[in-house]
């Protein structure tokens, strides 16, 4: 399927990280122009060279701190004088390292993961909305998570905020609606790469804890980067143009009830 991505150009918050940097590669593979914005620039540098070794097309490193709202203002102004205008914005940037129970949890923590993983979306889609309104077109896409549907013990900052980007993401298919601006959430299981081709007794050698979620998992194995990139993928081409609000789980069956 031809996704018609050749003339747009996607964002991807978070682009170095593991999934936003395979959401990147596959963006690029469908033949859109991609901004890598991270703000670990190296890596996003390291990104941007090998999209563009591997399929000729244009790939932006760009650093930029999300919680610096004159940053991303400055930041959205010059990529869209450069590119044309964002048609595509994944908010994937997000904290997700703290682990703790809420009477030990520390309160700069709490306040760096809304900063980042929730004002940050905010801040940045904030800048890019209005151009892709008056564009008519627009593909939003924020990265929930099973933590955000159901809670995760001890991710409290990480649980809240990823539940609060699906309220978001629903509001702004509402506004969007009837401007061509399509808003969507995915929420993925855990993903853990080439890890997830390994069966149960190996991987549980590796790591109990992604052998203890695999059991748990209808399919029996973990996820891979690339199966939420695909859905990225999808959701940002014209083929979606009738899905809006929705929330995507990319979990290999794990949210279904069963015995």
């Not at 996607?10 to 936003?20: E, H, N, P, Y």
Request: with cysteine; hydrophobic share 40%.
């Amino acid at each position: 399927m031809d996704l018609g991505l050749d003339d747009k150009t996607a964002l991807v918050t978070g682009g170095a990280g593991r999934i936003g940097s395979e959401d990147c590669r596959i963006l690029a593979e469908e033949g859109a122009e991609v901004v890598i914005l991270d703000v670990a620039l190296d890596k996003a540098e390291n990104i941007a060279d090998e999209i563009e070794d591997e399929y000729g097309g244009t790939a932006h490193a760009v650093e930029c701190d999300l919680t610096d709202r004159d940053d991303v203002s400055d930041t959205v102004a010059a990529l869209e004088a450069e590119t044309g205008g964002i048609d595509i914005l994944v908010n994937n940037a997000g904290m997700v390292d703290a682990r703790d129970k809420v009477e030990n949890f520390e309160n700069d923590i709490w306040d760096r993961d809304i900063a980042v993983n929730l004002t940050g979306a905010y801040n940045i889609t904030r800048e890019v909305y209005p151009n892709m309104k008056d564009r008519g077109f627009g593909r939003i896409i924020s990265m929930s998570s099973m933590a955000g549907w159901q809670g995760g013990f001890g991710q409290l900052s990480y649980s809240a905020t990823k539940a609060a980007l699906i309220g978001f993401g629903k509001t702004l298919a509402l506004e969007g609606a009837q401007h061509g601006v399509t808003s969507n959430v995915i929420a993925p299981s855990i993903v853990v790469g080439q890890l997830a081709d390994l069966p149960i007794d190996q991987l549980e050698e590796v790591d109990e804890h992604f052998a203890r979620i695999a059991k748990a998992t209808p399919m029996r194995k973990l996820g891979k980067e690339e199966d939420v990139a695909n859905l990225v993928a999808y959701l940002s081409s014209e083929q979606s143009n009738y899905i809006t609000g929705q929330v995507i789980g990319v979990t290999g069956g794990i949210d279904l009830f069963s015995f």
